[in-house]
């Protein structure tokens, strides 16, 4: 039984021993073919990988971003097969977890909703003031407080007046000669009358043969009171003002309207309001005046609007809130943007725009200018055109992207850190554009720039690397872009190829100017979305106005402005 059991142990030791040989060979077989595999996937690929979602991250191999655990890209081909230096390239997946979302601009009929409020006030137009017709002294009051109703022709006071007896007593006395003086009589009535006596109680006075020493005055406008400016006892002479009534079957709607606002509302538009005393009641008045002086403190314009109030329903100083439905027709210079689309630093609002046709999504700054604000939405007056695709959620996201990648941000005009170097470098730089502007200028025109692209290479030449200070890495291969591209178009046989070339040197040109300060006082640059055969291709212009020099003639004026420089830097 022992030998039986020694006899089992061995054998077990035996395919144990041979085990372990055989797995020692396939691994170093596996291990070797491994190796020879990743040595020749390898070959080629770049040493740096990054993150298209966190460009900061730098790693030695492929792998997982340690941020988001995305997949790590070469980071030489971060912005590979990118026509502008400036655009900032995003993968598909790297838009979805930014939640980047674009969307088509455009520059239809817009509509806003402006909430506002204010206030009920009586029509200043039914005011009236009740007079003393004739000196003397308040006797009695028949109108006795603010708030009351009068009507028209009610007894409102009795007042003891000697001039108005003094004029009684001439009426009597030539009353008794009328027949032989009928004109001292006519006289005589018509000073009571001015005195607002009615023809009843100059009638009476007459008949009775007796002057009166007290007379009471009539109301001549019906309305309620809203002052009360004399007491029983007061001494008023003519034209003294005793009561003032207003009429309140008319009144005004005052809404206040932010001057930012303004430009939306107009005569005629419907408003909708409720009054705190009605609730769930809405009720209806259309704009009938605006007021063309802003009221420095609160920096609004007082709009109005007609109401009628029906069974005096609606009180002076009732507190409303309205509602105006305004449309603007947007200019053909003007789009509209979403509001989450503008970022704003202050001095400065950028939008992103998506680069059409582009095999990788590429996103480049724009700087652009706001106009109103459209609910939410912003009337963009300058810097984007209707049918351009913007990134309208996720902006801030690209922006810290492209901030962390040297591109253009919000905080970062330059897609470089722009280098201090001398004048006389700037004004060599300078005179390098400008014989860049030659080239365009006969491309332009359908010429090939012979004269213009030596005039090129000579200003080429002249430039000074020792402006550039202690670090001239840059501009060495800027230059070295600009002399290969230069002598491509050099020695293009025919215009087409010439082109090519040009943008090229455009690409360079851009760098050139994103790099150095010149000394021109603007630079523009323009984009023709139609050049090579849709790809699109840009290049720097010294005037406003499009001159395409991809198409020349056949389409000159193809094209749009996509950035202004003023000295090198953004507006």
């Not at 009426?171 to 006289?187: D, G, I, R, V």
């Not at 309205?322 to 027709?329: E, G, L």
Request: hydrophobic share 40%.
């Amino acid at each position: 039984m022992k030998n039986i059991f020694s006899t089992k142990i061995a054998q077990l030791a035996l395919i144990l021993v041979i085990g372990l040989v055989l797995g020692w060979g396939f691994r170093a077989m596996t291990s070797t073919d491994t190796d020879t595999h990743a040595h020749e996937q390898g070959e080629g690929l770049p040493s740096i990988w990054t993150c298209s979602m966190h460009p900061q991250i730098r790693l030695p191999e492929a792998g997982d971003c340690p941020i988001c655990g995305m997949d790590l890209i070469p980071a030489n081909q971060e912005s590979a097969g990118s026509s502008n230096p400036q655009a900032l390239q995003m993968t598909e997946e790297a838009m979805a977890l930014a939640q980047v979302q674009t969307l088509v601009v455009g520059g239809a009929q817009t509509k806003k909703e402006l909430l506002l409020s204010g206030k009920l006030q009586a029509d200043e137009r039914e005011n009236a003031s009740l007079t003393a017709k004739f000196p003397g002294r308040i006797e009695k009051l028949f109108i006795t407080f603010t708030g009351e109703q009068v009507k028209a022709g009610q007894r409102i006071a009795t007042v003891y007046s000697p001039e108005l007896l003094t004029a009684q007593k001439e009426l009597l006395e030539a009353a008794k000669t009328k027949a032989s003086f009928p004109q001292l009589y006519q006289a005589s009535k018509d000073k009571l009358s001015f005195w607002k006596l009615s023809p009843a109680q100059i009638a009476e006075i007459e008949r009775s043969g007796q002057v009166k020493e007290r007379v009471d005055i009539f109301a001549d406008q019906s309305g309620v009171v809203l002052q009360k400016n004399v007491s029983v006892g007061d001494y008023v002479s003519m034209g003294s003002v005793l009561f003032t009534v207003t009429n309140l079957n008319s009144l005004w709607l005052l809404l206040d309207v932010y001057e930012t606002d303004l430009p939306f509302v107009s005569l005629g538009d419907e408003i909708q309001f409720t009054v705190a005393g009605r609730p769930g009641e809405t009720l209806n008045a259309k704009v009938t005046f605006i007021d063309p002086l802003i009221n420095a403190n609160t920096r609004a314009a007082s709009v109005r609007a007609e109401i009628r109030n029906v069974g005096n329903a609606l009180k002076p100083e009732m507190f409303v809130t309205a509602r105006i439905q305004t449309k603007n027709k947007a200019s053909s210079a003007e789009v509209t943007v979403p509001r989450t689309a503008v970022l704003w630093s202050g001095k400065r609002s950028i939008v992103y725009v998506k680069v059409p046709n582009a095999a990788i999504p590429e996103f480049i700054l724009r700087e652009v200018t706001l106009g109103n604000r459209m609910g939410e939405n912003y009337q963009i007056t300058a810097g984007l055109q209707a049918g351009e695709e913007i990134v309208f959620y996720g902006a801030f996201a690209l922006d810290a992207s492209a901030q962390l990648s040297g591109k253009p941000s919000l905080l970062n005009r330059s897609s470089t850190q722009q280098v201090q170097v001398s004048a006389a470098f700037s004004q060599q730089l300078t005179s390098v554009v400008d014989a860049y502007f030659l080239v365009k200028n006969n491309l332009v025109k359908d010429q090939l720039p012979t004269k213009a692209v030596q005039t090129l290479s000579q200003a080429l030449v002249k430039v000074s690397a020792d402006g550039t200070g202690k670090d001239n890495a840059k501009w060495e291969k800027i230059k070295t872009g600009l002399a290969d591209a230069t002598a491509k178009i050099k020695g293009s046989k025919d215009i087409a190829s010439a082109r090519t070339h040009f943008s090229s040197l455009s690409t360079q040109v851009i760098k050139l100017t994103e790099t150095y300060k010149l000394t021109k006082a603007v630079v523009y640059q323009d984009y023709c979305p139609m050049a090579f055969n849709n790809k699109g291709g840009y290049w720097l212009s010294e005037t406003e106005d499009i001159q395409n020099p991809y198409f020349g003639a056949s389409m000159l004026t193809c094209g749009e402005v996509k950035q202004t420089y003023l000295n090198s830097l953004p507006k």
